[in-house]
């Protein structure tokens, strides 16, 4: 991406800086959003379709696209993720946009991701817990959120290890 607009500049192809956003493109935060929802379906090595589905929907509710701008969303945070070598950037993303309510949210969508498969994994676990304390969120309201998104599973996909 950021190669692509180097070689453009080089090339005198770079769009003038009011020609606003480029199309189809989510904005940073929306990256972020969808590349630590990709991250936590990953964590156990399984990118399952349950998962996939789980975080198209989320992105749908949170940020009010249609499933298209879901599908591209989510590509762009899975790249997004591949390139980054810490959650540092999506993080700092997120905290210098969001307040204390939506980062918690995150946290909720981050376990949702988690036990949409009917188990958390170790390293989805500690995905959120690493991410949440990126997020400043406090282990109280990182264990509600982690109540809330088990409670809201259909009960035949109920996590089957370490949830409360």
Same mark, same amino acid.
């Given at each position: ?22 199309? @189809? *493109?989510?904005?940073?935060?929306? =990256? ?5 929802? !990709?991250? /936590?379906? +990953? ?56 307040? @204390? *309510?939506?980062?918690?949210?995150? =946290? ?5 991701? !988690?036990? /949409?498969? +009917? ?46």
């Amino acid at each position: 991406m950021l190669f692509d607009r180097i070689r453009a500049a080089l090339a005198g192809s770079v769009p003038k800086p009011d020609a606003g956003p480029v199309p @189809d *493109e989510g904005s940073p935060v929306e =990256i972020a959003c969808a590349a630590l929802l !990709a991250e /936590a379906a +990953g964590m156990d090595e399984r990118f399952d379709p349950v998962e996939r589905r789980t975080i198209l929907t989320l992105l749908e509710r949170r940020f009010q696209i249609d499933g298209p701008a879901a599908e591209r969303l989510l590509e762009q945070g899975k790249a997004a993720s591949a390139e980054a070598s810490s959650y540092y950037r999506f993080t700092r993303a997120i905290n210098d946009s969001w307040g @204390d *309510e939506a980062r918690t949210e995150l =946290i909720y969508l981050l376990w949702s991701v !988690a036990c /949409a498969d +009917g188990r958390i994994d170790p390293y989805e676990d500690m995905l959120v817990r690493r991410v949440a304390g990126l997020l400043h969120v406090s282990d109280r309201a990182r264990g509600e959120a982690r109540r809330r998104a088990v409670a809201s599973l259909p009960e035949h996909s109920q996590p089957t290890e370490d949830c409360p």
